[in-house]
């Protein structure tokens, strides 16, 4: 069931109209039924059997018995159908959660939380629809070190711990309109907005390493180093969300041959005067 953006269902919408339509019909047939015999008993009380009456005497009172059970069956139908309403609002709002749990499990890794991969394509091209926007994205790609080695000699418990505190460390270092989300394994991506300079990309990597310079502790008080490799590339060299992606993850693989750092993506000094840009490389 799809959902719109204030929370209901577009086949909803329209049974809740239909069913309030039902309720208000409910209430005119009772109205109808209370009108009817209250002429009925009016007419009784001025209906005279000695002076030649035309209806015969016995026409009133059945008048007033069907607008008794008219009146009668319009409540309980009107009654029925409040509660038949408030249990599919109910059920509505059941659906309504189940689909809410179903799109955010399709869309975000169970692990850390984070958006997954699906999750992050989507606003990438969601961005790179509008040129401007296109123009001011930046894509980094970010890959532990020596992850494995944890994994191996510390167990997939304390792998899984690693994982979730630097999903929490990347997310803490960026904008609210910035997007960090967990591509498989140890793997992460961010995509950063409002990027106008190199600089400010390379901002954000250095403040990442920075952040993983202090240990990951373990539950049983073992502090981990772990380092990152990071790959940056910006939108604005690139003709395609593809080319863009596989710049920032030939970028981070060219730092992580290093041991470790960031790295802006060879495009960018292609096509600049003087070389490489900074780099900085951070022993594991």
């Not at 009925?40 to 007033?64: E, F, I, V």
């Not at 408030?86 to 659906?95: I, N, S, T």
């Not at 992460?188 to 993983?212: C, G």
């Amino acid at each position: 069931m799809s959902i719109d953006r204030d929370g209901s269902s577009p086949v909803a919408a329209p049974s809740r109209t239909l069913r309030k339509s039902f309720h208000r019909i409910h209430l005119i047939i009772a109205a109808v039924a209370l009108l009817a015999g209250l002429i009925s008993l009016l007419a009784m009380a001025l209906d005279n059997p000695h002076q030649g009456g035309q209806l015969p005497d016995y026409l009133w009172p059945l008048l007033l018995l069907l607008s008794v059970a008219l009146l009668v069956s319009g409540l309980v139908a009107s009654f029925l159908t409040r509660r038949l309403n408030a249990e599919l609002d109910r059920w509505h709002q059941h659906l309504t959660r189940e689909n809410d749990t179903l799109a955010h499990q399709a869309l975000h890794d169970p692990l850390t939380g984070l958006p997954n991969r699906a999750a992050f394509n989507h606003q990438l091209e969601k961005r790179w629809l509008d040129p401007r926007e296109r123009q001011r994205v930046a894509v980094l790609f970010i890959d532990g070190n020596r992850f494995k080695e944890v994994n191996d000699r510390f167990g997939h418990a304390a792998g899984d711990r690693v994982l979730r505190v630097i999903a929490r460390r990347l997310r803490a270092r960026l904008r609210k309109d910035d997007l960090v989300a967990r591509l498989g394994g140890d793997e992460f991506a961010i995509l950063l907005t409002a990027i106008d300079r190199e600089e400010q990309a390379a901002q954000v990597a250095r403040d990442i390493t920075a952040e993983m310079r202090q240990p990951v502790e373990l539950e049983d008080g073992t502090r981990l180093p772990q380092t990152l490799s990071i790959g940056v590339a910006l939108g604005k060299h690139h003709q395609s969300t593809g080319v863009l992606l596989a710049q920032a993850d030939s970028a981070m693989y060219q730092i992580k041959q290093r041991g470790g750092g960031w790295f802006l993506s060879p495009s960018f000094w292609e096509l600049t005067p003087g070389g490489p840009p900074e780099t900085a490389a951070a022993p594991c």
